[in-house]
């Protein structure tokens, strides 16, 4: 009797065993790891509510830096960490976004039609442009593609892709934006932001150590602007015309809007946790001034231009409130992750224990 005893509370205590470490191993495969702005718990939270969420390929559009200081003009590193600076011979000349490890997107005006790659360089991870931050590297230029439609200012197709000489490892201070698939609105009133390094008021530079400036803004419906375009005109100036490509934001009162030297930076707007690149930085009339807020190229109308450029870029639609990208994993049963599967195997492990004990 004594040995059969011991033999059966050797198979209890090795069947345990086996299903705690089972268990154990399951728990670490569902452990939530913050990487680059992506968290995997929210979408296992949305998976347990039967949200579909689709993880896409690359991390994109939620920086790791939070600035609480709501109200201020300066950025923190890492606020913004797709931000770069577009520079011609070691000078700052536009801004950019980067969208990809090896592709930034901006305004086709930063360059002139016969612009050879080799004048520029693409900095990225950088705050300050005047310090040594250690987060900064600089890239040089492979490819310029303006789009075709540009014809000068304030036309149409104001948009450029540069494709960098080669790809960039993403840390904390480079992380590249979303794109918004072709149908997502960005509806007249949404606060959105405007980032940049230009002049701080017409004809002023922004002081050293030329730290990153950022800017709220609200969109401005098309029909809206173009009758703030229309007031006070001039007699010797024809009205700039807001074509269906662009977009509108600021304010109407001025005060407060983009300048020289912001051209080709991001409008980005948060839509779901994740920041969408609404707009290009493309024009206005003087800076700050009445009635005139800053117009952007509305990149939502480029969609079929950038993937014939980059066939494999992703366009994101967020949906029911979460992200919803292209599929390129495996499916899981709704309702049913590893959260699922971790509990119903505690509760064998307990239920079994209290059998054999």
């Given at each position: 009797?004594?040995?059969?005893?011991?033999?059966?509370?050797?198979?209890?205590?090795?069947?345990?065993?086996?299903?705690?470490?089972?268990?154990?191993?399951?728990?670490?495969?569902?452990?939530?790891?913050?990487?680059?702005?992506?968290?995997?718990?929210?979408?296992?939270?949305?998976?347990?509510?039967?949200?579909?969420?689709?993880?896409?390929?690359?991390?994109?559009?939620?920086?790791?830096?939070?600035?609480?200081?709501?109200?201020?003009?300066?950025?923190?590193?890492?606020?913004?960490?797709?931000?770069?600076?577009?520079?011609?011979?070691?000078?700052?000349?536009?801004?950019?976004?980067?969208?990809?490890?090896?592709?930034?997107?901006?305004?086709?005006?930063?360059?002139?039609?016969?612009?050879?790659?080799?004048?520029?360089?693409?900095?990225?991870?950088?705050?300050?442009?005047?310090?040594?931050?250690?987060?900064?590297?600089?890239?040089?230029?492979?490819?310029?593609?303006?789009?075709?439609?540009?014809?000068?200012?304030?036309?149409?197709?104001?948009?450029?892709?540069?494709?960098?000489?080669?790809?960039?490892?993403?840390?904390?201070?480079?992380?590249?934006?979303?794109?918004?698939?072709?149908?997502?609105?960005?509806?007249?009133?949404?606060?959105?932001?405007?980032?940049?390094?230009?002049?701080?008021?017409?004809?002023?530079?922004?002081?050293?150590?030329?730290?990153?400036?950022?800017?709220?803004?609200?969109?401005?419906?098309?029909?809206?602007?173009?009758?703030?375009?229309?007031?006070?005109?001039?007699?010797?100036?024809?009205?700039?015309?807001?074509?269906?490509?662009?977009?509108?934001?600021?304010?109407?009162?001025?005060?407060?809007?983009?300048?020289?030297?912001?051209?080709?930076?991001?409008?980005?707007?948060?839509?779901?946790?994740?920041?969408?690149?609404?707009?290009?930085?493309?024009?206005?009339?003087?800076?700050?001034?009445?009635?005139?807020?800053?117009?952007?190229?509305?990149?939502?109308?480029?969609?079929?231009?950038?993937?014939?450029?980059?066939?494999?870029?992703?366009?994101?639609?967020?949906?029911?409130?979460?992200?919803?990208?292209?599929?390129?994993?495996?499916?899981?049963?709704?309702?049913?992750?590893?959260?699922f599967f971790v509990t119903a195997l505690l509760l064998a492990v307990w239920t079994l224990n209290r059998i054999l004990a």
């Amino acid at each position: 009797m004594r040995i059969m005893v011991q033999k059966q509370g050797a198979t209890k205590c090795g069947l345990a065993e086996v299903l705690l470490l089972l268990a154990v191993l399951l728990i670490g495969r569902g452990t939530c790891t913050y990487h680059y702005g992506y968290n995997p718990c929210e979408e296992e939270e949305a998976l347990s509510r039967g949200n579909p969420v689709i993880r896409s390929k690359q991390v994109c559009g939620r920086p790791t830096a939070l600035n609480r200081n709501v109200g201020g003009e300066d950025s923190v590193a890492g606020e913004w960490p797709w931000q770069v600076s577009l520079m011609k011979m070691g000078k700052h000349v536009c801004g950019g976004a980067l969208i990809s490890n090896d592709w930034i997107v901006t305004a086709a005006h930063c360059f002139q039609q016969n612009s050879s790659p080799s004048q520029f360089n693409v900095l990225l991870g950088a705050n300050k442009l005047e310090n040594s931050w250690p987060h900064k590297l600089s890239i040089g230029v492979g490819e310029i593609f303006r789009n075709p439609r540009y014809a000068g200012e304030a036309t149409s197709g104001d948009i450029a892709l540069v494709r960098l000489a080669q790809p960039v490892r993403f840390t904390d201070y480079i992380i590249p934006i979303c794109l918004p698939a072709a149908n997502v609105h960005f509806p007249p009133g949404m606060k959105c932001w405007v980032t940049g390094w230009g002049d701080i008021s017409e004809g002023q530079d922004l002081p050293a150590p030329k730290k990153l400036q950022k800017l709220q803004v609200p969109i401005i419906d098309t029909q809206t602007c173009r009758r703030l375009y229309s007031i006070d005109t001039g007699d010797n100036m024809p009205p700039k015309s807001i074509q269906d490509d662009m977009m509108c934001a600021g304010y109407a009162e001025g005060m407060r809007d983009t300048c020289k030297g912001d051209s080709g930076g991001p409008l980005m707007c948060r839509m779901n946790k994740v920041w969408l690149l609404a707009g290009i930085v493309s024009w206005g009339e003087g800076c700050a001034e009445r009635n005139r807020p800053g117009v952007y190229i509305r990149l939502t109308s480029y969609q079929g231009w950038i993937r014939w450029h980059i066939p494999d870029m992703e366009f994101i639609q967020p949906s029911q409130g979460h992200i919803k990208v292209k599929n390129i994993g495996a499916g899981r049963t709704d309702g049913m992750g590893p959260t699922f599967f971790v509990t119903a195997l505690l509760l064998a492990v307990w239920t079994l224990n209290r059998i054999l004990a």
